[in-house]
């Protein structure tokens, strides 16, 4: 559930605009802005002489608020949450997608995540993206030697220097794990637990920020340290900013995933199938990988080969393997754990 960035100067999100004034059809995609890039619509419009319009969106609930309002046939595409996709199986907006259409084989195993985008055996999604929300920071003003263990920004060491990214679920996952709560348990008794070491960061925290805002805090050192950072907030700095580092520690890392559907009323659902074949191919994988927006991990694992040695350096390509091993899925609470979950956060940004 990684919250969508929008356009800043640090973060180049280009507008998705059409290569054909006259083309045939259009495909109309409600999405995060990291698909929004010409660099990956443009090839499919040329091939398919269509013109594809996009929506960026903030939160999933407000896209399937969008969807509740709009007109069958208005929207044909949704970029959403992975652990999302069960909420919009459940209102009943997403159309079944072939499996075997699906490049699936070619994934990191543990990106396939039938368990939340099939249901009853029917797919309905299939994960295009992937990355971390994890400990970002200046190798140049940490000592890199102690962001191999979230315990360090409870150590005082750091105190004002940190920043946390402000989205509850990834970040309380986040403590979660550093007090060995795994954040498939992040539920019931255990949220209380979470606010004695939550309110102790937020004493010795300079901002709690969204992604723009924390983007921008790491990058001109208003903080050292970003708690929720990752790769999708440092590799568009790098070539910049070479200092932005990001990493695993040793408890581990929350792992956001991002999937893509097409809806059921689409008004061109066979174009619309052929778009998601096409991001998910190894091309359109390392084009979406390296969207202007954010960058993050391709899922298809042959995505590798249309990638630049620099890139997947970047990327860490080759520590995925085990990265993976070590991360842990969004917390998928409840509705009322989830109402627990925003009033903790609530009180401690209150705090």
Known sequence: MISRPTCTALALCAAALPISAHAATELNALIWCDHADPALLEPFEQAHDVRINVKEYQGTAEA???????????????????????RAVERDVLAPLPAEALPTTDFFPELVMASHNTKDGVTYAVTDKFGYNTLAYDKTKVDPADMTSLKSLWSGKYAGRIGIYDYYLPS?????????????????????KLREPLMALKKDTKLVAD???????????????LLGGGEYLTATLHAENPNLEWIIPEEGAALWAESIAVLKDAGNPELALEFVKYVTSPEGQARLATS????????????????????KAVLRWDEQAEFLKRAQLYPIPSAEDDA????????????
Not at 298 to 310: F, I, Q, R, S, V
Not at 340 to 351: F, K
């Open 211 to 225: 992604v723009v805002g924390s983007q921008t805090a790491l990058a001109t050192g208003e903080v050292d340290i």
């Open 172 to 192: 309380l996952g986040l403590v979660g794990i550093a007090e060995g709560i795994p954040t498939a348990e992040l539920g019931g008794d255990n949220i209380e």
């Open 64 to 86: 399937l608020t969008i969807l509740e309002q709009s007109r069958p046939g208005d929207w044909d595409l949704l970029v959403i949450d992975a652990v999302d996709v069960g």
């Open 340 to 351: 627990a979950m925003q009033d903790l956060w609530t009180d401690m940004l209150q705090n």
């Open 292 to 311: 202007s927006c954010y960058w993050g991990m391709p899922a298809n694992a042959k995505a590798g080969e249309h990638l630049t040695d620099e890139q």
